[in-house]
């Protein structure tokens, strides 16, 4: 199905709110909502790296278990804490008839929601969910296998809660699930969530359809319920630039030859016990190029690398990172330097420049598998339409350790390359140059 920007959602799917008109994102705004998300994630204090994060509420203190029939894990925060967490879009139809919706897609949070009507007070909410007008919609029950809250009633109170704070309230409930072009998914659970006339819990879309390890997941039921063996639970390519008319796409329970051919390169899926929800991947070395930078292995083992489908720039461990930097520094040595962009401390002024020259960086997995960069996918560009009028840097930055504890793979890095997910035999593959 397709997959735009959030800053396209208007052109590709019509009506909906987007931020198509403010041009590309400055690495200041990248930073900032990339801070919101990893806080999010990991619950690190506001400070990420001697830098302050703009915008958001403070970082959530470790999450209770939810008063409602999901637990959310201590490193998912609410939407409505991180507003700035969410980049893709893709649409979806809820009921039956379907009604279609803009929502996100996250591979962390845990449970799928959608926000519904009625909203709090009556109040009007548009774009939501009318359960009334599906045949199809059911409320879970107290009692149910899904419900873990000890209730009584007809509907499962869902609660999201950190600390003391609840941020989400609603109720568990059933309904179908339409993605294109026809895939239907009868009985899917969400969590249909209040909110008032002026909230914007999702960031501009409806909902969050949830692609993580968890037992609720889309992602979990396509390989529990049906697909074939040989089908990954999910796959994505995210278009080239957050530009209004790049597309890309996103992809459930797909069975496709290329999926065992040449092309595509695996690596194993490794675990993380403080994140069960999250996908990590055992990144073992890097080279600049074509030279693997003298960092022991041990440097990305000691607390393991997190795939992301939100964070945009890629994060490593200190030590891994400087020896990058010092690396690619040495090979763009010809070109003049340009003042950092925040965390982006590699940056270079390319105006007036006819040609540009840069090193090959390539992230190896365990079992040997690489996954090399090209330009665009590890540089930062200030105007990606005129990149010779333009200032640059390289996408990564250090992550303020203990505080900020794995590394994390960023989705510039992952641009135009469609990232498999194989739960069923236990690793992610890449296919390069897919959108």
């Not at 080279?287 to 292995?297: A, K, R």
């Not at 330097?337 to 925040?342: C, D, G, K, L, Q």
Request: aromatic share 8%; glycine share 10%.
């Amino acid at each position: 199905m397709p997959l735009v920007h959030r800053r396209g959602i208007r052109s590709a799917f019509g009506g909906a709110r987007s931020d198509e008109n403010r041009g590309q994102p400055t690495a200041d705004e990248v930073f900032d909502r990339d801070a919101v998300r990893l806080r999010s994630l990991f619950a690190v204090p506001r400070q990420l790296g001697g830098v302050e994060a703009g915008g958001g509420a403070p970082a959530p203190a470790p999450a209770a278990a939810a008063g409602g029939g999901v637990t959310v894990t201590p490193m998912v925060a609410p939407i409505s804490v991180a507003p700035g967490a969410l980049e893709y879009r893709v649409l979806a139809g809820y009921g039956a008839p379907a009604q279609r919706f803009p929502v996100a897609f996250d591979t962390n949070f845990g449970v799928s929601v959608l926000r519904c009507k009625p909203c709090v007070g009556g109040a009007p909410c548009d774009p939501a969910f009318e359960p009334s007008r599906s045949s199809s919609f059911a409320a879970i029950p107290c009692g149910s296998p899904e419900c873990a809250v000890e209730c009584t009633g007809a509907s499962c109170p869902f609660t999201i809660q950190f600390g003391n704070v609840t941020v989400a309230n609603g109720t568990l409930v059933r309904d179908t699930l339409t993605l294109p072009p026809s895939a239907t998914f009868a009985g899917f659970t969400f969590g249909c969530i209040e909110v008032g006339a002026d909230a914007d819990t999702f960031d501009g879309a409806v909902g969050l359809i949830d692609l993580s390890r968890s037992s609720h997941s889309l992602a979990s039921r396509v390989i529990s319920n049906g697909a074939t063996t040989s089908a990954a639970a999910f796959s994505y390519c995210l278009p080239s630039s957050s530009a209004t008319s790049s597309r890309g796409f996103l992809s459930i329970g797909a069975s496709r030859p290329e999926y065992s051919g040449g092309d595509i390169k695996y690596a194993p899926m490794s675990s993380n016990p403080n994140h069960p929800n999250s996908y990590f991947v055992e990144l073992v070395g890097i080279s600049v190029g074509g030279e693997d930078l003298p960092v022991p292995p041990a440097v990305f083992a000691a607390h393991g690398t997190l795939l992301e489908a939100a964070t945009e720039f890629t994060f490593l461990a200190p030590a891994a990172y400087a020896a990058l930097r010092d690396a690619f520094r040495r090979d763009m040595a010809p070109y003049p330097a340009a003042p950092p962009f925040r965390v982006l401390d590699t940056c270079y002024n390319l105006t007036g420049l006819a040609s540009l020259a840069v090193p090959t960086v390539a992230l190896r997995f365990a079992g040997g598998t690489e996954l090399e960069l090209d330009v665009r996918q590890m540089m930062y560009f200030a105007d990606p339409s005129s990149v010779f009028s333009s200032v640059a840097c390289l996408a990564f930055a250090a992550a303020p350790l203990p505080a900020f504890p794995v590394s994390v793979i960023g989705t510039l890095a992952q641009r135009s390359t469609e990232v498999v997910y194989d739960l069923r035999g236990g690793r992610v593959g890449f296919i390069p140059g897919r959108c």
